[in-house]
């Protein structure tokens, strides 16, 4: 592949996607993580409460802009919540806002939150289920603190997003149906499943999510993702020139009453960028 095709392929920044080489050891069914491993994960936290509490999670795109869920965001009754009740903390291992042992962690306040006009949460079964998250103040890039990889071309997608793919997502969230919110990072890595796949393995109750802004990815091994990982990015590699690079391609979505404390069905769905792509490339212009 030629070196027009990579630039046209990496968005936002030339540095994006790659992974910490030297990386130090630190989701149901998943394995802790590794510093530096997804440099661009982000946790989410609720400042209305003190400590801050862990809700979500988020990918960096650029220095002040962070890609996440709308129903992190949302309330049924109340519709959008205020961007003052959030920040974000990049770098992170350990859960707690406040861990000492986080030493190369970055927190910042957020400033607006963008989501889709498409977007009405439980209603429409969580249709549209983004978020752009804006930074009062940037990030500082280091080893352990990375923008993820952007981009629309079909073609690149449909060699990432094909039966039997893996991608990669990490979180806090709980460990299983009947187990706590892991305290340390963990990362799982899920097939890519196709909708009729999808569809057949799902649960019943679960159908209704798989919308058309939506793919899916799980299988029957016991991995999945659960409460507290919505927001987090599945990203997906690719070799360009010798350099292994993460593509962001879905943000944990939401489960139906019943499966929002762990989707023991391992099937998750994930809302689907580049189907979304009208909502975020404007603001990559505006603020990258």
Known sequence: MGAKRLMMLMMVSTDCGRVTPESTQLVAGGVSAKHG???????????????????????????????????????DTLKLQEAKNYAVAAGKIYKPWSEPADTEAQKRDVENIVVPDKFFGAETNFDYDLALVFLKEPFEYRSFIKPVCLNFNKRVEAEQLRPGSYGKVAGWGFTGPQSPPSAVLKVVELPYMDEGSC???????????????????????????????????????????????????????????????????????????SKMEGYIKPFLVQRS
Not at 46 to 75: M, N, R
Not at 199 to 214: C, H, I
Not at 245 to 262: N, Q
């Open 37 to 75: 491993e997804l440099p661009w994960h982000v946790g989410v936290y609720k400042k209305t409460t003190e400590p801050y509490k862990q809700i979500c999670g988020g990918s960096i795109v650029t220095q002040t802009l962070v890609i996440s869920a709308a129903h992190c965001f949302w309330d």
């Open 199 to 273: 569809l057949r393995s799902a649960p019943e109750g679960y159908r209704d999510l798989v919308t058309s802004q939506k793919f899916c990815a799980g299988s029957e091994d016991g991995k999945t993702v659960c409460k507290g990982d919505s927001g987090g990015g599945l990203v997906f590699p690719s070799k360009e020139l010798g350099v292994v690079r993460y593509y962001l391609r879905g943000v944990v979505s939401t489960a139906p009453k019943g499966y929002d404390i762990c989707n023991v069905g391992t099937i998750t769905t994930f809302s689907h960028l």
